[in-house]
């Protein structure tokens, strides 16, 4: 069965501290994908990321970086030189290839930076 | 382009009432998602769409809930009776297609039942 672990369930940093949310998942399946999503106090979740289980690369997007390994079944989220905004509760997500494409969420972790 | 449209964002309705959700999908989108998130917790499907079909409501709870997508572009979320349990926030979700593609998320309607 699927499942997604996302251990950390509040972390606390000053601005300009770098951060990194860790993110744990189980699947039997060969072909899946995983995500990242922000969901800020407005509620809407937004996308932030999407990798397939083939592709291992580390991708690096301004501030954000994720590092993908399969190894460690790990999709780790790295924010450098975090800001204010990026307070907001941060969503691992997996999705199998079989089984209806269900994706399924980690419980999150909330992120606070203090100014 | 417009993303995903709920209405309404706030629901307030006594225990044994009945509530309505709407949500209108990105143009173009024929996957639609109707997620559940109780707090401090991520999203739990309750039911997908493919277009007018619904091909996965396995986590609905059928004795009080419903959907329907009639045209396969709008869909509403029905609970009736609610209960104090359903209070929560309900997401809709839109995709292109249903395996490789990223879901995008409306602002969700939050329900309190009292």
């Known amino acids: 069965a699927q499942k997604v672990t996302q251990a950390q369930t509040e972390i606390s940093v000053v601005e300009k501290e770098d951060v990194t949310l860790d993110c744990v998942y189980e699947t039997r399946d060969t072909t899946y994908y995983l995500f990242w999503y922000k969901q800020p106090p407005s509620g809407e979740l937004v996308f932030l990321i999407r990798r397939n289980s083939f592709d291992e690369q580390n991708e690096i997007s301004g501030r954000y970086s994720w590092n993908f390994q399969k190894s460690t079944s790990s999709f780790n989220f790295t924010i450098t030189a975090s800001q204010v905004v990026d307070s907001a509760v941060y969503f691992c997500a997996l999705r199998e290839n079989t089984g209806g494409f269900k994706t399924i969420f980690g419980a999150g972790t909330r992120l606070f930076v203090k100014a | 382009e417009a993303g995903v449209v709920q209405s309404p964002r706030y629901k307030i309705i006594e225990k044994k009432q009945p509530v309505a959700f709407w949500c209108n999908p990105i143009?173009?989108?024929?996957?639609l998602y109707w997620y559940l998130q109780n707090l401090g917790q991520g999203p739990e499907l309750l039911i997908r769409?493919?277009?007018?079909?619904?091909?996965?409501d396995s986590q609905l709870p059928k004795d009080r809930f419903s959907a329907e997508r009639l045209k396969g572009v709008d869909s509403t979320l029905k609970i009736q009776p609610a209960e104090l349990g359903d209070s929560a926030v309900y997401l809709c979700?839109?995709?292109?297609?249903?395996?490789?593609?990223?879901?995008?998320f409306g602002p969700g309607t939050r329900l309190t039942v009292l």
């Open positions: 769409y493919e277009n007018e079909e619904a091909v996965d």
């Open positions: 979700a839109s995709s292109l297609a249903p395996m490789a593609d990223t879901q995008y």
């Open positions: 143009s173009g989108h024929n996957t």
